[in-house]
Nanobody
């Protein structure tokens, strides 16, 4: 699967941004998808994931209630709607295609579970 993320930009605190990730390849609909982010000077951080059919989702505590992950298998795309943005949400956001879904956060959030990555899109939240 090849991934192309888009939708980032500059937004004021409290604002919203919707990220998109377009995938190519026949295996998209059969794989879980996730969003990670990497802030300047920090390690890549898991943000959210969604099962192959969109029936289950997972979020890290810091974005629960503010971010929503979704997917449309008909157009091979996954999305991240980000509301009530905070300056600490500033990061490069990456979409990733996963090998398997897990009910365990440590497995679901491990970068090693994901074998295809988009190039990243920068979201900057100003205070």
């Amino acid at each position: 699967v090849q991934l192309q993320a888009s939708g980032g930009g500059l937004v004021q605190a409290g604002g919203s941004v919707r990220l998109s990730c377009a995938a190519s390849g026949r295996t998209f609909s059969g794989r879980p998808m996730a969003w990670f982010r990497q802030a300047p000077g920090k390690e890549r951080e898991f943000v959210s994931a969604i099962t192959s059919n969109g029936g289950n989702t997972f979020y890290v505590d810091s974005v629960k209630g503010r971010f929503t992950i979704s997917r449309d298998n008909a157009v091979n795309s996954v999305y991240l709607q980000m509301n009530s943005l905070k300056p600490e949400d500033t990061a490069v956001y990456f979409c990733a295609s996963g090998r398997y879904w897990s009910a365990y956060e440590d497995r679901l959030s491990a970068p090693t579970n994901y074998d295809s990555w988009g190039q990243g899109t920068l979201v900057t939240v100003s205070s």
